[in-house]
């Protein structure tokens, strides 16, 4: 099993661009998670799907957007990229509501 | 608003000696509780977790201790080696909002020297 992955690992956006970070996994999981990591701090949650078709926002959700179409899959959308949204995003995945959450590599975005 | 959050922000200590890392949280609801090593570079990689309905779990070399009473949790990682050398978060379940969500802490950065 791969796990969870994300692409692209490294992202340079100009300010206004839009670009869609990609993430799966292949544990059957139902609930996957978008987080963000700012330096030295923890992880804050942009958006969560309980499964397909269903998403809901997080704790930062402003200035992206998610889909959930199939259970492995789960886009985190930027539109009009600001420099406050350079950070590392982070995906992850759980069989559980409150359980383990497996966590991708990352994808570390810089908007100039 | 609902936190999780660290004691000490850095912690350093002598290859071979125990560590431990605490952790204190604001819900009274949480009862799960989990910790995670992030290495730099890397996503975040599960250790332990513990449900509320417990007060010590342990693993291979670490241990998580959970006091209700004072909302605080802890990681103890025995002999600690050159590897453990990682930031640590602990996380808490957040009850009666957005199922699926962890409060995370901003981690403690644990240095181990030769």
């Known amino acids: 099993n791969a796990g969870v992955t994300q692409t692209p690992k490294f992202r340079i956006l100009k300010i206004g661009q839009s670009m869609t970070l990609q993430c799966a996994q292949d544990?059957?999981?139902?609930?996957m998670y978008w987080y963000r990591q700012d330096p030295g701090m923890g992880l804050k949650l942009i958006y969560y799907?309980?499964?397909?078709?269903?998403?809901d926002k997080g704790e930062v959700p402003n200035g992206y957007n998610v889909s959930r179409s199939t259970t492995e899959d789960f886009p985190l959308r930027l539109e009009l990229a600001a420099p406050s949204q350079t950070s590392v995003y982070f995906c992850?995945?759980?069989?559980?509501?409150?359980?383990?959450?497996?966590f991708g590599p990352g994808t570390r975005l810089t908007v100039t | 608003g609902e936190s999780v959050g660290l004691h000490l922000p850095t912690l350093s200590v002598q290859e071979g000696d125990n560590s431990i890392i605490n952790c204190a949280y604001s819900?009274?609801?949480?009862?799960?509780f989990i910790w995670y090593k992030q290495e730099s570079g890397k996503g975040p990689q599960f250790i332990i977790d513990?449900?509320?309905?417990?007060d010590k779990r342990q693993g291979q070399r670490v241990t998580v201790l959970l006091n209700k009473t004072v909302k605080h949790l802890s990681l103890q990682i025995a002999a600690t080696q050159p590897g453990d050398s990682a930031v640590y978060f602990c996380?808490?379940?957040?009850?009666?909002?957005?199922?699926?969500?962890?409060?995370f802490g901003k981690g403690t950065k644990l240095s181990v020297k030769p």
């Open positions: 996380a808490a379940n957040h009850v009666g909002g957005s199922q699926g969500n962890l409060i």
């Open positions: 992850a995945s759980s069989w559980l509501a409150s359980g383990e959450q497996y």
């Open positions: 819900n009274s609801a949480s009862d799960y």
């Open positions: 544990m059957n999981h139902n609930y």
């Open positions: 799907s309980v499964g397909a078709g269903i998403t």
């Open positions: 513990i449900r509320s309905n417990m």
